[in-house]
């Protein structure tokens, strides 16, 4: 439909500027090793390292969810002058998918969280992503997609039933459309494809919109992966 490309278009476009003013406004692009000192040293895990943590803490979720317990007011203690997450985690906003639970049981000061409708990618996400990896040190970002997700559905249902939303639901969905578009023919549960396509796409389109993530991510220093969360099951599966 000719309205959701141009709803597209329109959100590209305004990514693509909130990401240029974003990286201006936070002074991120000529960053000095004395402002990142400031904040202390970054963890030292490498993406992939960083990778292989939340993979096992999701397995220990999984397949022992007793033994995520932690002692929240020794890890509260530890970084309360000073935060060294290791990984990043664009999440949707549904109470069903706490990123520190489903991924082992972690505390404080470990994962730096987005949470939106959806797990999209705006200003306010976008800005948050560049300052866990440019500022804070975290090296892997992962855009974390769920199954029946309701903010896919509602995209999904702008495509097979030309559907409509009050207030500014429409243009909040609106980035998701493009998925639902491409993925609705394929076999399978229509909701959760368009879930996996839209999560891919968002991680392939980070480095693309932010200058500073493209950097980072050339040198090594961080890493976008794309997964979906199953809430019957509780495994994450990371998307290649």
Known sequence: MCVNCENEGIGRRDLMRFAAAGV?????????????AAEGAPTALSPAD???????????????????????????????DHQAPWATIVSCADSRVPPELIFGGHGVG??????????????????????GAAVLGSPLVV?????ACGAVKAACDV??????????IGRMIAPIVPAALAVRDQPGDFVDNAAKESAKRTAQFLPAVSPLMADLTKAGKVKTVAAIYDLETGVVTFLD
Not at 115 to 129: C, K
Not at 143 to 147: D, E, G, R
Not at 159 to 168: E, M, S
């Open 110 to 131: 470990e994962l730096f969280i987005s949470r939106d409708a959806g797990n999209l990618i705006n200003v306010d996400s976008l800005g948050t992503v560049e300052y």
């Open 159 to 168: 495509v097979t039933k030309n559907a409509t939303y009050p207030g500014v």
């Open 50 to 80: 960083a990778l292989a943590a939340l993979k096992s803490g999701n397995e220990r979720f999984v397949s022992k969810p007793e033994l995520c317990s932690i002692d929240l007011a020794k890890s509260r203690s530890a970084v309360a």
């Open 143 to 147: 855009i974390l997609a769920h199954t």
């Open 24 to 36: 201006v406004a936070l002074g991120l692009g000529g960053m000095s090793g004395q402002a990142r």
